[in-house]
């Protein structure tokens, strides 16, 4: 049988079960959470990444789109949006839909500074908090290691004056890795951010393993290795022993396949569709692969 996302979809709905909103409809499954090791806070394991989806300008048509994708996150039982300064509109369009939904309380709000002048780096930040419209965000992160020196020492003193709540840093495409474990062992971070899926595996290497040793939480992006992985599984058969994990498409295989690291703290997969949107997060219910399930994943995957 070959399962794509739309299949999934419209099989789901027909069942009345895909849309099942975990936390809020009775009965529903509870979403996955994960400890932030520095705190404690519990986040669901599925945030909402909006690198080029929600990059759309002022399109009334669009900006609304993105709203109803938010709001399908939040109802779905999610916390976590992250974006960037380098994200183009997308800034701004997570403010709009968040002002249009009334500022939902479960917001987990994580952005990043990115520029390489490190004067710069707070007023920076604080455009971002204007653009979202939040009296402060919960984490800031430094992208992609751009001025990373003076921009730990701005955002760990923002930290200790209550004007954010946990700082971290992002690579992405499995870039300068042994930097990012040098900066690892040297400076108290409270999360990590890098790729990670079944195909880009180097994390587990060094940096996963690294990030449970000093306690930090750890976000993956690219789960999907921005949509190219899903699109070229799309008419692939999905196997029936992926019934045995509650995966019902590509998407939900491929993201049980990373949570089940017990290292990862969230996935935040980016989407323009709302029925996407709660495919993604039903990933974070149910059963997820042991060891040798996750290996026979991979093996799957590589063999296609």
Not at 127 to 154: I, K, M
Request: charged share 20%.
């Amino acid at each position: 049988m070959i399962i794509t996302r739309r299949t999934f979809v419209k099989t789901a709905a027909a069942s009345g079960a895909a849309f099942v909103l975990p936390g809020t409809a009775p009965g529903a499954p509870a979403p996955l959470m994960r400890a932030v090791p520095s705190s404690g806070e519990m986040l669901p394991a599925v945030g909402l990444g909006t690198w080029i989806t929600f990059n759309v300008g002022d399109d009334p048509v669009l900006r609304n789109e993105c709203a109803e994708v938010i709001a399908a996150f939040f109802e779905a039982g999610g916390r976590m949006i992250d974006s960037s300064p380098m994200y183009g509109s997308s800034q701004p369009v997570i403010g709009y839909g968040l002002e249009k939904l009334g500022r939902p309380k479960a917001l987990f709000s994580a952005e990043k500074v990115w520029t390489s002048s490190a004067a710069d780096g707070a007023a920076q930040i604080e455009q971002s908090r204007r653009f979202w419209g939040v009296p402060r965000f919960d984490l800031v992160q430094v992208h992609n290691l751009v001025g990373w020196e003076a921009h730990l020492e701005t955002l760990f003193a923002m930290k200790a004056d209550g004007r954010i709540r946990y700082v971290g840093i992002t690579t992405s495409e499995g870039r300068r890795h042994d930097l990012f474990e040098q900066i690892m062992r040297a400076h108290p971070l409270d999360f990590v951010q890098l790729t990670y899926n079944v195909v880009d595996r180097e994390a587990e290497e060094r940096l996963l393993p690294l990030a449970a040793e000093r306690g930090m939480a750890v976000i993956v992006n690219r789960p999907f290795q921005q949509g190219a992985l899903t699109r070229q599984l799309e008419g692939e058969t999905l196997p029936d022993w992926a019934a045995e994990i509650g995966a019902g498409s590509w998407a939900q295989f491929i993201l049980k396949f990373i949570l089940a690291h017990p290292s990862v703290t969230v996935a935040i997969p980016a989407t323009t569709r709302v029925d996407h949107v709660r495919e993604n997060v039903m990933a974070a219910t149910g059963p997820l692969p042991d060891a040798a399930m996750r290996e026979r994943m991979a093996a799957y995957i590589r063999d296609l």
